[in-house]
């Protein structure tokens, strides 16, 4: 069982930045493959990115590459989504999720966090 948790959204004006935080527990956190996924009103849950339990293999969705940097941190259980050159589109719930598979298909992720809100102003 893991329980994720998502932190470091807000309200942030276009171009700016934010660093989301997703904490896990459990000892196995090492061996889960994490994801980012978001949510905007009205729109269906999409990918963002993801990273494999080895921290050198990332996804992007396209929408996003070259802007936003996932990463992650086994010895704190964290994974982190450094969101740079932010838009309006932007602008969703953003969950974070684990798998003991790296992939880039939200149903196949087995454990969700709660969410965390960021809004981007134009």
């Known amino acids: 069982q893991v329980q994720l948790v998502e932190s470091g959204g807000g309200l942030v004006q276009a171009g700016g930045s934010l660093r989301l935080s997703c904490a896990a527990s459990?000892?196995?956190?090492?061996?889960?493959?994490m994801g980012w996924f978001r949510q905007a009103p009205g729109k269906e849950r999409e990918f963002v990115s993801a990273?494999?339990?080895?921290?050198?293999?990332?996804y992007y969705a396209d929408s996003v590459k070259g802007r936003f940097t996932i990463s992650r941190d086994n010895a704190k259980n964290t994974v982190y989504l450094q969101m740079n050159s932010l838009k309006p589109e932007d602008t969703a719930v953003y969950y974070c999720?684990?798998?003991?598979?790296?992939?880039?298909?939200?149903?196949?992720?087995?454990?969700w966090g709660q969410g965390t809100q960021v809004t981007v102003s134009s």
């Open positions: 999720a684990a798998n003991r598979l790296l992939t880039t298909r939200g149903s196949a992720y087995d454990y």
């Open positions: 459990g000892r196995t956190f090492s061996t889960y493959a």
């Open positions: 990273i494999g339990w080895n921290p050198s293999t990332t």
